[in-house]
Protein backbone atom coordinates (compact mmCIF):
# COMPACT_ATOMS: atom_id res chain seq x y z
CA UNK A 1 0.00 0.00 0.00
CA UNK A 2 1.28 3.55 -0.97
CA UNK A 3 3.74 4.93 1.61
CA UNK A 4 2.48 8.09 2.09
CA UNK A 5 -1.01 9.11 2.90
CA UNK A 6 -0.92 12.87 2.54
CA UNK A 7 0.73 15.53 0.95
CA UNK A 8 0.64 18.61 2.70
CA UNK A 9 -2.00 18.40 5.64
CA UNK A 10 -4.93 16.88 3.43
CA UNK A 11 -5.72 13.14 2.01
CA UNK A 12 -4.24 12.37 -1.30
CA UNK A 13 -6.85 11.54 -3.89
CA UNK A 14 -6.94 8.46 -5.22
CA UNK A 15 -7.79 9.90 -8.57
CA UNK A 16 -6.41 12.29 -10.21
CA UNK A 17 -8.27 13.51 -13.46
CA UNK A 18 -6.34 14.62 -16.41
CA UNK A 19 -5.87 17.81 -17.36
CA UNK A 20 -6.49 17.52 -21.02
CA UNK A 21 -6.19 20.47 -23.73
CA UNK A 22 -7.18 22.72 -24.76
CA UNK A 23 -10.24 23.42 -22.77
CA UNK A 24 -11.42 19.49 -22.64
CA UNK A 25 -10.58 19.66 -18.99
CA UNK A 26 -12.37 22.67 -18.70
CA UNK A 27 -13.33 24.18 -15.11
CA UNK A 28 -16.77 22.74 -15.63
CA UNK A 29 -15.30 19.61 -15.22
CA UNK A 30 -12.93 20.01 -12.69
CA UNK A 31 -15.17 21.08 -10.48
CA UNK A 32 -17.59 18.51 -11.23
CA UNK A 33 -14.43 16.35 -10.26
CA UNK A 34 -13.33 18.39 -7.16
CA UNK A 35 -16.80 18.39 -5.68
CA UNK A 36 -16.43 14.47 -5.46
CA UNK A 37 -13.19 14.64 -3.28
CA UNK A 38 -10.94 13.78 -5.94
CA UNK A 39 -8.55 15.95 -7.93
CA UNK A 40 -10.15 17.93 -10.43
CA UNK A 41 -7.68 19.45 -12.82
CA UNK A 42 -7.94 22.01 -15.63
CA UNK A 43 -5.68 22.16 -18.46
CA UNK A 44 -3.43 25.15 -18.22
CA UNK A 45 -2.57 25.76 -21.93
CA UNK A 46 -3.90 28.74 -24.08
CA UNK A 47 -6.35 29.84 -21.54
CA UNK A 48 -5.76 33.33 -22.53
CA UNK A 49 -7.49 32.53 -26.37
CA UNK A 50 -10.40 30.63 -24.42
CA UNK A 51 -11.09 33.63 -22.17
CA UNK A 52 -11.12 36.24 -24.86
CA UNK A 53 -12.68 33.80 -27.13
CA UNK A 54 -15.31 33.05 -24.86
CA UNK A 55 -15.96 36.86 -24.15
CA UNK A 56 -16.36 37.30 -27.76
CA UNK A 57 -19.14 34.64 -28.03
CA UNK A 58 -21.16 36.76 -25.33
CA UNK A 59 -19.57 35.13 -22.27
CA UNK A 60 -23.29 33.10 -21.93
CA UNK A 61 -24.02 32.95 -18.04
CA UNK A 62 -21.51 35.70 -17.37
CA UNK A 63 -18.88 33.04 -15.74
CA UNK A 64 -15.87 34.90 -17.61
CA UNK A 65 -16.73 38.22 -16.64
CA UNK A 66 -17.82 37.14 -12.74
CA UNK A 67 -14.44 35.51 -12.22
CA UNK A 68 -12.77 38.26 -13.52
CA UNK A 69 -14.51 40.51 -11.10
CA UNK A 70 -13.00 38.82 -8.46
CA UNK A 71 -9.56 39.33 -9.79
CA UNK A 72 -6.57 41.38 -7.64
CA UNK A 73 -6.47 44.31 -10.05
CA UNK A 74 -9.70 45.59 -11.47
CA UNK A 75 -8.16 47.83 -13.77
CA UNK A 76 -6.57 44.64 -15.61
CA UNK A 77 -9.67 42.85 -15.66
CA UNK A 78 -11.86 45.87 -16.89
CA UNK A 79 -9.82 46.47 -20.06
CA UNK A 80 -9.72 43.01 -21.00
CA UNK A 81 -13.59 42.78 -20.73
CA UNK A 82 -14.13 45.91 -22.93
CA UNK A 83 -11.56 44.72 -25.30
CA UNK A 84 -13.21 41.36 -25.99
CA UNK A 85 -16.41 41.41 -24.74
CA UNK A 86 -19.01 41.13 -27.67
CA UNK A 87 -22.72 41.23 -26.17
CA UNK A 88 -24.51 38.68 -27.90
CA UNK A 89 -21.56 37.11 -29.19
CA UNK A 90 -20.20 38.25 -32.66
CA UNK A 91 -21.70 37.35 -35.82
CA UNK A 92 -21.87 34.06 -37.43
CA UNK A 93 -18.73 33.52 -39.23
CA UNK A 94 -17.34 36.48 -38.09
CA UNK A 95 -13.66 36.26 -36.99
CA UNK A 96 -12.29 36.05 -33.13
CA UNK A 97 -10.08 38.99 -32.86
CA UNK A 98 -6.46 38.67 -33.32
CA UNK A 99 -4.55 38.74 -29.83
CA UNK A 100 -0.58 39.34 -28.78
CA UNK A 101 1.59 36.25 -28.45
CA UNK A 102 4.12 35.78 -25.94
CA UNK A 103 7.59 36.86 -26.46
CA UNK A 104 10.35 36.50 -24.74
CA UNK A 105 11.26 40.83 -24.99
CA UNK A 106 7.99 42.95 -25.16
CA UNK A 107 5.65 40.09 -24.63
CA UNK A 108 3.70 41.64 -21.82
CA UNK A 109 0.40 42.19 -23.28
CA UNK A 110 0.16 38.42 -24.07
CA UNK A 111 1.46 37.73 -20.52
CA UNK A 112 -1.33 39.97 -19.11
CA UNK A 113 -3.98 37.51 -20.72
CA UNK A 114 -1.98 35.11 -19.65
CA UNK A 115 -2.59 35.59 -15.84
CA UNK A 116 -6.33 36.48 -16.49
CA UNK A 117 -7.08 33.23 -18.57
CA UNK A 118 -5.61 31.20 -16.38
CA UNK A 119 -7.02 33.01 -12.83
CA UNK A 120 -10.84 32.80 -14.75
CA UNK A 121 -10.25 28.91 -15.25
CA UNK A 122 -8.93 27.90 -12.23
CA UNK A 123 -11.40 30.81 -10.18
CA UNK A 124 -14.60 29.17 -11.78
CA UNK A 125 -13.30 25.58 -11.24
CA UNK A 126 -12.69 26.20 -7.31
CA UNK A 127 -15.96 28.10 -7.04
CA UNK A 128 -18.48 26.97 -4.92
CA UNK A 129 -16.80 24.02 -2.60
CA UNK A 130 -14.10 23.15 -0.74
CA UNK A 131 -12.17 20.35 -3.16
CA UNK A 132 -9.31 20.17 -4.43
CA UNK A 133 -8.47 21.68 -7.76
CA UNK A 134 -4.91 21.23 -9.96
CA UNK A 135 -3.88 23.01 -13.55
CA UNK A 136 -1.82 20.93 -16.10
CA UNK A 137 1.21 22.52 -17.94
CA UNK A 138 3.26 22.08 -20.55
CA UNK A 139 6.94 22.18 -19.89
CA UNK A 140 7.22 23.17 -23.42
CA UNK A 141 5.47 25.93 -23.46
CA UNK A 142 8.37 27.73 -21.56
CA UNK A 143 7.27 31.18 -22.45
CA UNK A 144 3.45 30.65 -20.74
CA UNK A 145 5.01 29.05 -17.48
CA UNK A 146 5.36 32.11 -15.19
CA UNK A 147 2.49 34.17 -15.49
CA UNK A 148 0.13 31.34 -16.29
CA UNK A 149 1.22 29.80 -12.82
CA UNK A 150 0.88 32.93 -11.76
CA UNK A 151 -2.59 33.72 -12.38
CA UNK A 152 -3.66 29.95 -11.11
CA UNK A 153 -1.88 30.66 -7.73
CA UNK A 154 -3.69 34.16 -7.57
CA UNK A 155 -6.98 31.53 -7.52
CA UNK A 156 -5.96 29.45 -5.08
CA UNK A 157 -4.77 26.75 -7.16
CA UNK A 158 -3.97 23.51 -4.84
CA UNK A 159 -1.91 21.81 -7.58
CA UNK A 160 0.21 22.02 -10.25
CA UNK A 161 1.27 19.39 -12.78
CA UNK A 162 3.45 19.37 -15.20
CA UNK A 163 4.91 17.19 -17.88
CA UNK A 164 6.37 17.30 -21.51
CA UNK A 165 9.47 17.86 -20.75
CA UNK A 166 11.47 17.49 -17.56
CA UNK A 167 10.31 20.49 -15.15
CA UNK A 168 12.99 20.48 -12.14
CA UNK A 169 12.61 24.65 -12.10
CA UNK A 170 8.95 24.35 -11.47
CA UNK A 171 8.87 23.98 -7.45
CA UNK A 172 11.27 26.88 -7.23
CA UNK A 173 8.70 28.91 -9.41
CA UNK A 174 5.89 27.81 -7.37
CA UNK A 175 7.70 29.33 -4.34
CA UNK A 176 8.92 32.47 -5.61
CA UNK A 177 5.54 33.25 -7.18
CA UNK A 178 3.73 32.46 -4.09
CA UNK A 179 5.73 35.42 -2.83
CA UNK A 180 4.83 37.55 -5.57
CA UNK A 181 8.48 37.51 -6.19
CA UNK A 182 10.33 38.23 -9.51
CA UNK A 183 11.19 34.97 -11.49
CA UNK A 184 13.69 34.20 -14.17
CA UNK A 185 13.01 31.56 -16.34
CA UNK A 186 15.27 30.17 -18.66
CA UNK A 187 14.28 29.19 -22.32
CA UNK A 188 16.17 27.12 -24.71
CA UNK A 189 16.63 29.34 -27.79
CA UNK A 190 18.24 26.95 -30.82
CA UNK A 191 21.51 28.21 -31.49
CA UNK A 192 22.69 29.17 -28.42
CA UNK A 193 24.99 27.26 -26.18
CA UNK A 194 23.54 29.39 -22.99
CA UNK A 195 19.77 29.54 -22.17
CA UNK A 196 17.91 33.15 -22.23
CA UNK A 197 17.20 34.67 -19.27
CA UNK A 198 13.67 35.74 -19.59
CA UNK A 199 12.15 37.81 -16.21
CA UNK A 200 8.44 37.61 -15.21
CA UNK A 201 7.98 40.02 -12.53
CA UNK A 202 4.13 39.39 -10.99
CA UNK A 203 4.06 42.89 -8.66
CA UNK A 204 4.56 45.07 -12.17
CA UNK A 205 1.09 43.27 -12.88
CA UNK A 206 -0.66 43.18 -9.81
CA UNK A 207 1.30 44.80 -6.96
CA UNK A 208 1.78 43.09 -3.66
CA UNK A 209 -0.41 40.61 -2.82
CA UNK A 210 -0.70 38.69 -0.04
CA UNK A 211 -2.31 35.73 1.51
CA UNK A 212 -1.04 33.76 -1.70
CA UNK A 213 -0.78 29.58 -0.61
CA UNK A 214 2.34 27.66 -2.39
CA UNK A 215 0.44 24.65 -4.37
CA UNK A 216 1.59 21.23 -4.09
CA UNK A 217 4.04 20.52 -7.63
CA UNK A 218 2.98 16.93 -9.68
CA UNK A 219 5.88 16.09 -11.68
CA UNK A 220 4.51 14.41 -15.02
CA UNK A 221 7.87 11.49 -16.01
CA UNK A 222 7.80 8.62 -18.13
CA UNK A 223 9.95 6.12 -15.96
CA UNK A 224 11.31 6.20 -12.56
CA UNK A 225 15.25 7.41 -13.70
CA UNK A 226 13.31 11.11 -14.44
CA UNK A 227 11.70 10.90 -11.47
CA UNK A 228 14.54 9.95 -9.20
CA UNK A 229 16.75 12.47 -10.86
CA UNK A 230 14.09 15.21 -10.07
CA UNK A 231 14.49 13.99 -6.30
CA UNK A 232 17.79 14.11 -5.64
CA UNK A 233 18.24 17.66 -5.29
CA UNK A 234 15.79 19.76 -2.83
CA UNK A 235 15.43 22.52 -5.25
CA UNK A 236 13.68 20.03 -7.99
CA UNK A 237 12.27 17.83 -6.04
CA UNK A 238 8.62 17.73 -6.83
CA UNK A 239 5.70 17.03 -4.05
CA UNK A 240 4.87 14.06 -6.04
CA UNK A 241 4.75 12.30 -9.82
CA UNK A 242 2.75 11.36 -12.29
CA UNK A 243 4.07 8.03 -13.87
CA UNK A 244 2.63 8.06 -17.91
CA UNK A 245 2.86 5.32 -19.89
CA UNK A 246 2.54 5.43 -23.76
CA UNK A 247 -1.05 4.38 -23.67
CA UNK A 248 -2.02 7.65 -21.96
CA UNK A 249 -3.67 10.36 -24.77
CA UNK A 250 -2.19 13.67 -25.84
CA UNK A 251 1.44 13.70 -26.07
CA UNK A 252 3.43 10.73 -24.62
CA UNK A 253 7.45 10.36 -24.41
CA UNK A 254 9.04 8.77 -26.85
CA UNK A 255 10.39 5.10 -26.16
CA UNK A 256 13.75 4.64 -24.84
CA UNK A 257 16.81 4.59 -27.55
CA UNK A 258 16.61 4.58 -31.32
CA UNK A 259 13.07 5.08 -32.41
CA UNK A 260 11.65 2.31 -34.24
CA UNK A 261 8.31 2.32 -36.04
CA UNK A 262 6.06 -0.74 -36.13
CA UNK A 263 3.89 -1.51 -39.57
CA UNK A 264 1.35 1.21 -38.96
CA UNK A 265 3.68 4.05 -38.56
CA UNK A 266 3.43 4.30 -34.57
CA UNK A 267 6.64 4.12 -32.21
CA UNK A 268 7.19 0.95 -30.92
CA UNK A 269 7.49 0.84 -27.29
CA UNK A 270 9.23 -2.58 -25.13
CA UNK A 271 9.71 -3.90 -21.68
CA UNK A 272 12.26 -0.73 -21.24
CA UNK A 273 9.45 1.71 -21.23
CA UNK A 274 7.80 0.19 -18.55
CA UNK A 275 7.79 1.74 -15.00
CA UNK A 276 9.20 -0.01 -12.09
CA UNK A 277 6.56 0.53 -9.54
CA UNK A 278 8.74 -0.92 -6.92
CA UNK A 279 11.87 1.68 -7.97
CA UNK A 280 8.94 4.29 -8.03
CA UNK A 281 8.23 3.31 -4.02
CA UNK A 282 11.70 3.66 -2.98
CA UNK A 283 11.53 7.00 -3.54
CA UNK A 284 9.44 7.85 -0.51
CA UNK A 285 7.20 10.62 -2.52
CA UNK A 286 3.23 9.92 -3.50
CA UNK A 287 3.20 8.87 -6.72
CA UNK A 288 0.16 7.94 -9.29
CA UNK A 289 -0.14 6.07 -12.73
CA UNK A 290 -1.60 7.26 -15.97
CA UNK A 291 -2.02 5.70 -19.20
CA UNK A 292 -5.27 2.48 -19.49
CA UNK A 293 -5.86 2.92 -15.88
CA UNK A 294 -9.60 3.81 -16.02
CA UNK A 295 -10.52 0.66 -13.95
CA UNK A 296 -11.22 -0.38 -10.72
CA UNK A 297 -9.26 -3.15 -10.80
CA UNK A 298 -5.79 -1.19 -11.82
CA UNK A 299 -6.67 1.56 -9.01
CA UNK A 300 -6.79 -1.29 -6.51
CA UNK A 301 -3.31 -2.89 -8.05
CA UNK A 302 -1.48 0.79 -8.36
CA UNK A 303 -2.10 0.97 -4.56
CA UNK A 304 -1.20 -2.64 -4.03
CA UNK A 305 2.51 -1.76 -5.79
CA UNK A 306 3.06 1.57 -3.35
CA UNK A 307 1.10 4.34 -5.66
CA UNK A 308 -1.27 6.82 -4.19
CA UNK A 309 -3.89 5.66 -6.98
CA UNK A 310 -4.13 6.21 -10.38
CA UNK A 311 -4.91 9.66 -12.98
CA UNK A 312 -7.39 9.22 -15.67
CA UNK A 313 -8.42 11.07 -18.72
CA UNK A 314 -10.41 9.13 -21.64
CA UNK A 315 -13.34 8.22 -19.44
CA UNK A 316 -13.26 12.06 -18.30
CA UNK A 317 -12.70 13.50 -21.96
CA UNK A 318 -16.17 11.09 -23.10
CA UNK A 319 -18.02 12.38 -19.48
CA UNK A 320 -21.13 14.88 -20.27
CA UNK A 321 -18.70 17.53 -18.33
CA UNK A 322 -16.11 17.63 -20.68
CA UNK A 323 -15.25 20.68 -23.04
CA UNK A 324 -15.02 18.50 -26.24
CA UNK A 325 -17.75 19.55 -28.31
CA UNK A 326 -21.05 17.33 -27.96
CA UNK A 327 -20.98 16.07 -31.68
CA UNK A 328 -17.58 14.97 -31.72
CA UNK A 329 -17.48 13.48 -28.69
CA UNK A 330 -21.12 11.65 -29.16
CA UNK A 331 -18.78 10.51 -32.56
CA UNK A 332 -15.82 9.26 -30.72
CA UNK A 333 -18.06 7.07 -28.00
CA UNK A 334 -20.15 5.55 -30.85
CA UNK A 335 -17.18 4.72 -32.85
CA UNK A 336 -15.24 3.04 -29.61
CA UNK A 337 -18.09 1.01 -29.22
CA UNK A 338 -18.57 -0.52 -31.80
CA UNK A 339 -14.93 -1.14 -32.78
CA UNK A 340 -14.46 1.23 -35.67
CA UNK A 341 -12.46 4.07 -34.03
CA UNK A 342 -8.57 3.72 -34.62
CA UNK A 343 -6.19 6.23 -32.38
CA UNK A 344 -2.67 6.41 -33.67
CA UNK A 345 0.19 7.27 -31.57
CA UNK A 346 1.47 9.71 -34.11
CA UNK A 347 5.18 10.28 -33.94
CA UNK A 348 4.99 13.34 -36.81
CA UNK A 349 1.39 15.40 -35.58
CA UNK A 350 3.14 17.10 -32.88
CA UNK A 351 5.21 20.27 -33.40
CA UNK A 352 6.34 19.38 -30.14
CA UNK A 353 8.42 16.10 -31.66
CA UNK A 354 6.92 14.30 -28.97
CA UNK A 355 4.59 11.67 -30.19
CA UNK A 356 1.37 12.63 -29.99
CA UNK A 357 -2.57 10.54 -30.17
CA UNK A 358 -4.81 10.96 -32.83
CA UNK A 359 -8.44 9.64 -33.10
CA UNK A 360 -9.00 9.12 -37.04
CA UNK A 361 -12.43 11.05 -37.71
CA UNK A 362 -13.78 12.34 -40.45
CA UNK A 363 -13.94 15.89 -40.58
CA UNK A 364 -10.74 16.36 -38.41
CA UNK A 365 -7.44 17.24 -39.18
CA UNK A 366 -6.86 13.17 -39.04
CA UNK A 367 -8.75 12.92 -42.40
CA UNK A 368 -5.62 13.55 -44.97
CA UNK A 369 -8.39 15.81 -47.39
CA UNK A 370 -9.17 17.97 -44.48
CA UNK A 371 -5.86 18.26 -43.71
CA UNK A 372 -4.40 19.13 -47.04
CA UNK A 373 -7.11 21.52 -47.89
CA UNK A 374 -6.41 23.81 -44.78
CA UNK A 375 -4.25 26.63 -45.83
CA UNK A 376 -1.15 26.30 -42.83
CA UNK A 377 -1.02 29.33 -40.57
CA UNK A 378 0.58 30.05 -37.25
CA UNK A 379 -1.52 32.75 -35.44
CA UNK A 380 -1.54 31.56 -32.10
CA UNK A 381 2.06 30.13 -31.57
CA UNK A 382 1.98 28.29 -28.20
CA UNK A 383 4.12 25.88 -29.66
CA UNK A 384 6.91 28.04 -31.27
CA UNK A 385 10.66 27.52 -30.81
CA UNK A 386 12.66 30.16 -29.79
CA UNK A 387 15.66 30.30 -32.32
CA UNK A 388 18.70 32.85 -32.86
CA UNK A 389 18.42 34.48 -36.28
CA UNK A 390 21.12 35.71 -38.46
CA UNK A 391 20.73 38.83 -36.89
CA UNK A 392 21.68 37.94 -33.54
CA UNK A 393 18.01 38.38 -32.43
CA UNK A 394 15.33 35.88 -31.08
CA UNK A 395 13.11 34.77 -33.70
CA UNK A 396 10.10 31.85 -33.09
CA UNK A 397 9.16 29.38 -35.60
CA UNK A 398 7.38 26.52 -35.76
CA UNK A 399 6.96 23.04 -37.89
CA UNK A 400 3.50 23.63 -38.50
CA UNK A 401 3.71 26.85 -39.72
CA UNK A 402 4.38 27.89 -43.64
CA UNK A 403 7.04 25.32 -45.09
CA UNK A 404 8.54 28.94 -47.24
CA UNK A 405 8.39 30.65 -43.53
CA UNK A 406 9.30 27.63 -41.74
CA UNK A 407 12.61 27.61 -44.00
CA UNK A 408 13.15 31.11 -44.26
CA UNK A 409 13.51 31.23 -40.55
CA UNK A 410 16.67 28.31 -41.00
CA UNK A 411 14.32 25.52 -40.09
CA UNK A 412 15.16 22.23 -41.77
CA UNK A 413 12.07 21.47 -44.55
CA UNK A 414 11.56 18.04 -43.97
CA UNK A 415 10.65 18.95 -40.07
CA UNK A 416 7.42 20.39 -41.43
CA UNK A 417 6.00 16.71 -42.61
CA UNK A 418 3.56 15.55 -41.12
CA UNK A 419 3.20 18.11 -38.60
CA UNK A 420 -0.67 19.47 -37.28
CA UNK A 421 -1.30 23.01 -36.36
CA UNK A 422 -2.44 21.81 -32.67
CA UNK A 423 -3.17 25.29 -31.31
CA UNK A 424 -5.72 25.67 -33.57
CA UNK A 425 -6.97 22.44 -34.04
CA UNK A 426 -7.25 21.96 -30.36
CA UNK A 427 -9.59 24.95 -29.94
CA UNK A 428 -11.89 24.32 -32.82
CA UNK A 429 -12.29 20.57 -30.79
CA UNK A 430 -13.91 22.67 -27.94
CA UNK A 431 -15.88 24.94 -30.08
CA UNK A 432 -13.47 27.94 -30.03
CA UNK A 433 -12.53 27.25 -33.65
CA UNK A 434 -10.82 30.54 -35.85
CA UNK A 435 -13.01 31.53 -38.64
CA UNK A 436 -11.39 31.80 -41.59
CA UNK A 437 -11.97 34.37 -44.92
CA UNK A 438 -14.40 32.74 -47.48
CA UNK A 439 -16.93 31.36 -44.46
CA UNK A 440 -15.06 28.10 -43.41
CA UNK A 441 -13.35 27.39 -40.17
CA UNK A 442 -10.61 25.71 -38.50
CA UNK A 443 -10.90 22.47 -38.33
CA UNK A 444 -10.54 20.49 -34.99
CA UNK A 445 -7.93 17.62 -33.77
CA UNK A 446 -9.29 15.29 -31.69
CA UNK A 447 -7.07 13.43 -29.08
CA UNK A 448 -7.91 10.24 -26.64
CA UNK A 449 -5.93 7.42 -25.17
CA UNK A 450 -5.89 3.94 -27.02
CA UNK A 451 -7.80 2.18 -24.33
CA UNK A 452 -11.42 2.73 -24.25
CA UNK A 453 -12.82 -0.57 -22.83
CA UNK A 454 -13.95 2.23 -19.75
CA UNK A 455 -17.15 2.40 -21.85
CA UNK A 456 -18.47 -0.88 -21.45
CA UNK A 457 -18.61 -0.37 -17.44
CA UNK A 458 -19.72 3.74 -17.61
CA UNK A 459 -22.11 3.39 -20.66
CA UNK A 460 -23.16 0.19 -21.59
CA UNK A 461 -26.28 1.16 -23.43
CA UNK A 462 -24.68 4.22 -25.12
CA UNK A 463 -26.47 6.50 -22.58
CA UNK A 464 -24.41 9.72 -21.20
CA UNK A 465 -22.32 9.43 -17.84
CA UNK A 466 -20.89 12.15 -15.72
CA UNK A 467 -17.91 12.91 -13.76
CA UNK A 468 -19.34 11.74 -10.64
CA UNK A 469 -20.08 8.63 -12.97
CA UNK A 470 -16.24 8.10 -13.20
CA UNK A 471 -14.92 8.19 -9.81
CA UNK A 472 -17.89 6.51 -8.18
CA UNK A 473 -17.20 3.37 -10.28
CA UNK A 474 -13.25 3.91 -9.88
CA UNK A 475 -13.93 4.01 -6.09
CA UNK A 476 -16.86 1.41 -5.19
CA UNK A 477 -15.61 -1.36 -2.87
Request: charged share 20%; hydrophobic share 40%; with cysteine.
Amino acid sequence: MPATTAVGARELPRVIQGGMGVAVSGWRLARAVAETGQLGVVSGTALDAVMTRRLQLGDPGGHVRRALAAFPAPELARAVVERFHVPGGVADGARFRTQPMLRADKGLPAEVLTVLGNFVEVWLAKEGHQGQVGVNYLEKVQLATAPAMFGAILAGVDHVLVGAGLPGHIPGLARQLSRCEPVTVHLRVEGDEETYAHRFDPRALTGEVGGLRRPQVLAIVSLPVLASYLARDEATRPDGFVVETHWAGGHSAPPRGALRLGSTGEPLYGARDLPDLAKMTALGIPYWLAGGTADPAALATARAAGAAGVQIGSAFALCEESGIEPGLRAELARRARDGSLNVRNDPAASPTAFPFKVADLPGTLADEKVRDARRRVCDLGYLRTPYRTDKGAVGYRCPAEPQAAYARKGGEAGDTEGRLCLCNGLLATVGLAQRRPGGGAEPPVVTIGQDLGFLAALSPDGAPYGAADVVGWMLAE
